[in-house]
């Protein structure tokens, strides 16, 4: 099983990223699919969630119209689209997946910086 996720960086607050997460090894579809983001010296959090048919979506308040998830089960991938950047979403950004076990890729570093 692998979650790789790639696409974070270095922007400015205001800019945007589009964070993507490749899974293998498992049945992708079946699965729903979060992004979760942990800050330094804080406990990881939820920043939204999407299911197996990326109908239904949640978001973080902190998130809520700035950041957009998505899934292409053709692809095994989920994306998470963010938008209006603020130094405070700075953070490592993790992929789950979950479904009866939970998956965890290994982070990406999103700094919010000017």
């Known amino acids: 099983v692998q979650l790789v996720e790639s696409g974070g960086g270095l922007v400015q607050p205001g800019g945007s990223l589009r964070l993507s997460c490749a899974a293998s090894g498992f049945t992708f579809s079946l699965y729903t699919m979060s992004w979760y983001r942990q800050a330094p010296g804080k406990e990881r959090e939820l920043v939204s969630g999407i299911n197996r048919y990326g109908v239904r979506t949640n978001y973080a308040e902190s998130v809520k119209g700035r950041f957009t998830i998505s899934r292409d089960n053709a692809k095994n991938t989920v994306y998470l689209q963010m938008d209006s950047l603020k130094p405070e979403d700075t953070a490592v950004y993790y992929c789950?997946?979950?479904?009866?076990?939970?998956?965890w890729g290994q982070g990406t570093q999103v700094t919010v910086s000017s």
């Open positions: 789950n997946g979950r479904l009866l076990q939970s998956y």
